[in-house]
């Protein structure tokens, strides 16, 4: 795909879901430079918004890609802007990077971080229009979600004039409403001879938005239907669990241990998510998300393995 900004490429694009998957050849590295972050266990530096990092190098791409791993750069191997980044970069501005045009450095940047909410918002919108159970609900997904992506289209100047804080509000509100039908339906199913894991019963631990479970063993807990948004799931043990039916949006996945757990039904899972998670071959993810190279990587330590 040499040329994203051509109407029959983006008409491909837009078709065959390739629009909400991060497309690196295609962008001017705009996470490298219009995000903010400190320097820490997942980052390399302290990096103020619009500034380049140091390891951007002239063509847009990482010179440390193949090591991020090696080096313990969890953040960065964690990211994922669900494809805002080539959008702004060959649709938005027409191929014209910040580099060769710095006039529209600025506006660039920051049209990147709200084309990242509204694709965030495509990528879960999207998936709630695949869940029957969330049928009833799926005319107003489809409006909600035509609409974002027709702003995703918006000249940079119309793309910062949104007010993102209520569009988000209403998007969360379809998806509790699918995700509430979708939790209900798997664990009615639960409820018609579902067995507990052997080894005893089931253990009840404390769920909901936000929920603590930080390092906490999970191996034995009920999690079919789970309600786990933005829980606190880093370092928890999760091996060999039933995700089935689970809301998992915005829960914090880093250096969980997702070895042979099974996910491919949980629900509003992101790449980013289980780029931060460690898992393995007998782990089964939903098929819209694919299995991070690094979980293979021998050099990485008890980080991801």
Not at 133 to 149: Q, Y
Request: net charge neutral; glycine share 8%; hydrophobic share 40%.
């Amino acid at each position: 795909m040499k040329c994203l900004n051509d109407g029959n490429v983006q008409v491909k694009q837009e078709k065959d879901g390739e629009d909400l998957r991060a497309d690196c050849d295609h962008c001017f590295g705009l996470c490298c430079v219009s995000l903010c972050f400190s320097a820490s266990e997942g980052f390399p530096i302290d990096k103020e918004a619009g500034q380049p990092c140091i390891q951007l190098q002239h063509d847009f791409r990482c010179n440390i890609h193949k090591s991020l791993s090696a080096r313990g750069l969890k953040g960065c191997l964690a990211f994922d802007c669900f494809g805002a980044g080539q959008k702004v970069s060959q649709i938005t501005f027409r191929g014209q990077d910040w580099r060769q045009f710095p006039d529209t450095a600025k506006s660039m940047f920051n049209a990147f971080l709200i084309m990242l909410q509204l694709h965030e918002l495509m990528w879960y919108l999207t998936e709630a229009m695949t869940l029957q159970a969330g049928k009833p609900v799926h005319d107003e997904i489809r409006s909600l979600l035509e609409m974002t992506e027709r702003w995703s289209l918006l000249p940079a100047n119309e793309l910062l004039e949104l007010d993102m804080i209520e569009h988000r509000a209403h998007v969360n509100t379809l998806l509790m409403k699918t995700s509430e039908l979708v939790r209900a339906e798997a664990r009615s199913k639960q409820k018609h001879g579902t067995r507990p894991k052997k080894g005893g019963s089931a253990r009840k631990v404390k769920m909901g938005r936000g929920a603590d479970l930080i390092a906490a063993d999970l191996r034995k807990v009920d999690l079919k239907g789970a309600y786990l948004r933005g829980a606190y799931l880093i370092a928890a043990d999760l091996r060999g669990a039933n995700l089935r039916g689970a809301d998992l949006i915005g829960a914090d996945f880093r250096d969980a241990d997702i070895r042979g757990a099974d996910l491919s039904k949980s629900i509003f899972l992101t790449q980013s998510q289980i780029n931060a998670a460690k898992g393995d071959d007998h782990t089964r993810l939903p098929l819209a998300l694919t299995r991070p190279q690094h979980w293979d990587d021998p050099f990485v330590d008890g980080a991801f393995r």
